[in-house]
């Protein structure tokens, strides 16, 4: 079983900064891609950002040049560095991670940017 804890989130101006945290337990979290979601209210949640185990990164058009996912696999937590941020980067924020066929998804966190 893999569990995922996501933090980090608040309240933010525009054009500041946050920094979400996601830690993750269950198993080898070295082995596996992780990735960044995102769902604003009455919309469809989309992929925000995603890094390989190998540390390859890929972002949405949306975020490229102003938001950046790393991992620490010594523990076992992947983050989502968020700068320049935007009202339209309103929405709560989940990690997300794939084992087995399976996808696993933290509770969420919710990032407000406001004006």
């Known amino acids: 079983q893999v569990q995922l804890v996501e933090s980090g989130g608040g309240l933010v101006q525009a054009e500041g900064s946050l920094r979400l945290s996601c830690a993750a337990s269950?198993?080898?979290?070295?082995?596996?891609?992780m990735g960044w979601y995102r769902q604003a209210p009455g919309k469809q949640r989309e992929l925000v950002a995603t890094?390989?185990?190998?540390?390859?990164?890929n972002y949405a058009d949306s975020v490229k040049g102003r938001f950046t996912i790393s991992r620490d696999n010594a523990k076992n937590t992947v983050y989502l560095q968020m700068s320049s941020l935007k009202l339209e980067d309103t929405a709560v924020y989940y990690c997300?991670?794939?084992?087995?066929?399976?996808?696993?998804w933290g509770q969420g966190t919710q990032v407000t940017v406001s004006s």
């Open positions: 890094i390989s185990s190998f540390g390859d990164t």
């Open positions: 269950g198993s080898p979290f070295s082995m596996y891609a």
């Open positions: 997300k991670t794939t084992r087995g066929g399976k996808n696993y």
